[in-house]
């Protein structure tokens, strides 16, 4: 089959891998019909998460059609289904609570004592995301195996096109618990940093959850205007100074809750931020949490800091005396994805939540490469991109058509 | 007489600094005293409520050579004793058990991955059986390998299961140095018996154990193996 494999730095190629095979009874084979290329994909293109090794297929937000199932899959052939992108055994301590996302059994023995060292307990698996987290193949690809189909796959009905329910993989629900995070109350103002996908998601989420107010910052004119779209109060950072505004737009309290949609690669020429820049890149430090210590500083005393923003390890500079004294409390953590599939279906279902606006570009899967390059440099231009497998590539048409002429 | 008081106070920090480091020396040589008598230079006994196998070298109950781990699995103790007494199915979440004959009630014959590409075989016999609590095995005098080992199945706060614990002694097939090469090899007990655990672990809450195995453009790899 043909896949997205990554091999260093900035470098992810198209190749062709053998075909997955059922392993386990709860396995199921997928056909990918949609995958889109994630936020957190670009921590991966920019090398900023260890353990990836080279030839790893990426790729954790996808649907497609069941194909092969193994004799314990609940699913059956044909079906068409989302898979969350985190893999949970829906069995553990962890998967009993709905923090699937934590979920103890996925993260495979074999690999499972890198992230209990580096995290002081092992990490849950996800698909296409280093040997941190499993080191399981991922869904920019033809076929994908997925392990535990009988609790991860949402199986989605026809009337729903593919991108409306692309989704809730992953940044649908990280929007959505971002803001759940952020433990709304009548009358809030919230603030989101960062509107990319999973902020955009955050807004709409907080508007639906009855935020009264959201405020919304980042610095592509495009992203902002999606967010004024939804109903966002916009910053542009390059024009104000977002602590002092967010002050004089709350009447001095600061927002009631800040989410941060940014992680660990923050944007922005402050001196922190260039400080931290220079030692990520000369590998003295991952995090470039500029956005997380603006936040501190602008929640209101006794507020709430919700982080769906990826971290990867040890940040400086923490304004960790500003958290404690301003009695701010933190939620944070990567997606419990399956326990918001099915409500969230449901609100796409009754045309509560749009899913859509934000796609820029579709492309097949052939030039996902290209696309990388773009999702990294075009930010402003490429807000979301779905991969296709079934979408001619136009420059084999091309290359057909000179072949043709010729 | 500014500049005089200046000279003044900062020998006066040149000293406060000796101070405080004299303190400091003493600090040190009291606490490393305290740690080993009590504070009237009797010895103490040490108080912790952990098991054997965490105790720092120095202390009472320290021994050399012994590997635990502890996994909490949710399933009831029973069941889950019953699955390790069948030793024949050690194989299906023991990455180095190659097999185990099953001798008679209580004596068996595993066969083991060793570094290396070779295997060693040692017969144990059962020394502790107790139904849903605890196993206990040792090695007969002649095996090539010395170990004993016990699993407790202990019960977990209501509705979590049971708490998992593998104790073993072993004594490396060629010293320290082959010890070195085990753990160079990831065959090292320590980092086996915690694998082995979350395997079985594994199997008994979702009826499989866990693998990554799928595809990836390393041509050494296939879909169907797992990969480290």
């Known amino acids: 089959m043909r896949a997205l494999t990554w091999h260093g730095r900035h470098d992810v190629r198209v190749e062709t891998v053998p075909d ?152 649908l629900p990280t929007g959505w618990m971002g803001a759940e995070n952020a433990e709304i109350e009548e009358g809030d103002t919230i603030a989101v940093w960062g509107c990319g996908p999973v902020g955009l998601f955050a807004i709409q989420s907080a508007l639906i959850m009855g935020a009264h107010r959201v405020i919304a910052i980042d610095h592509y004119p495009h992203r902002l205007e999606l967010a004024k779209r939804l109903g966002a109060e916009i910053l542009d950072y390059r024009e104000v100074d977002v602590r002092e505004a967010l002050d004089e737009m709350t009447g001095g309290i600061g927002p009631d809750a800040c989410i941060d949609c940014v992680g660990m690669e923050s944007h922005g020429l402050t001196i922190d931020n260039i400080a931290d820049t220079l030692k990520a890149h000369t590998f003295l430090g991952t995090e470039r949490p500029h956005a997380l210590r603006q936040m501190i500083l602008a929640c209101r005393k006794g507020g709430r800091l919700s982080i769906p923003g990826v971290y990867g390890g040890f940040a400086d500079k923490f304004p960790l005396g500003q958290l404690m004294e301003k009695g701010l409390s933190v939620k944070s953590g990567q997606t419990h994805v399956q326990k918001y599939t099915k409500p969230l279906l449901d609100l796409i279902e009754q045309g509560k939540i749009d899913t859509t606006f934000l796609i820029s570009h579709h492309a097949p899967l052939e030039q996902a490469a290209e696309m990388y390059a773009h999702w990294h440099d075009d930010q402003d231009e490429y807000t979301k991109i779905v991969l296709k497998t079934d979408m001619a590539t136009p420059k084999q048409d091309q290359k057909e058509q000179q072949h043709e002429l010729a | 007489m500014a500049s005089n008081s200046r000279n003044e106070s900062s020998g006066n920090a040149q000293l406060a600094i000796i101070g405080a480091g004299l303190a400091a020396a003493a600090g040190t040589a009291a606490f490393l005293l305290a740690k080993r008598t009590g504070s009237g230079g009797v010895p103490v006994e040490n108080v912790s409520d952990a098991p054997r196998h965490v105790w720092r070298r120095g202390t009472d109950r320290y021994e050399a050579d012994i590997v635990g781990n502890t996994v909490l699995i949710g399933k009831p103790a029973q069941e889950l004793y019953e699955q390790w007494r069948d030793f024949a199915k050690f194989p299906t979440f023991m990455d180095n058990v190659e097999q185990v004959d099953v001798l008679d009630g209580k004596r068996s014959r595993w066969t083991i991955k060793a570094p290396a ?112």
């Open chain 1, 20 to 171: 997955p095979e059922i392993v386990n009874p709860r396995d199921a084979i997928l056909r990918v019909t949609s995958t889109a290329i994630c936020g957190s994909d670009l921590h991966l293109y920019d090398g900023y998460i260890p353990t990836l090794r080279v030839g790893d297929v990426l790729g954790h937000e996808f649907m497609g059609e069941v194909v092969e199932t193994g004799p314990k899959s609940s699913l059956h052939k044909g079906q068409r289904v989302v898979v969350p992108f985190t893999i949970s055994c829906g069995d553990c301590f962890f998967c009993k609570k709905q923090q699937f996302s934590a979920c103890d059994n996925s993260n495979p023995a074999e690999t499972f004592d890198a992230s209990r060292l580096l995290m002081g307990h092992p990490m849950g698996a996800a698909f296409g995301y280093a040997h941190l987290t499993g080191g399981y193949a991922g869904g920019q690809a033809e076929y994908v195996r997925v392990p535990y189909s009988d609790v991860g796959p949402i199986v989605v009905p026809d009337h729903l096109e593919d991108d409306q329910v692309l989704f809730l993989s992953d940044i």
């Open chain 2, 117 to 228: 590409g070779t295997s060693v075989e040692l017969i144990t016999t059962i020394t502790d059986d107790q139904p849903g609590e605890i196993i206990a095995w040792k090695s007969e005098p002649d095996s090539e390998i010395k170990t004993d080992g016990k699993v407790e199945f202990i019960p977990a706060a209501p509705g979590r299961g049971t708490m998992v614990r593998l104790t073993m002694h072993y004594d490396p097939p060629a010293g320290i140095f082959g010890k070195g090469v085990a753990k160079l090899l990831q065959r090292e007990p320590n980092i086996q018996a915690r694998r082995d655990l979350k395997r079985f672990k594994s199997l008994m809450e979702t009826g499989e154990v866990a693998t990554n195995a799928s595809p990836s453009g390393r041509k050494s790899e296939t879909p169907t193996e797992a990969r480290i």
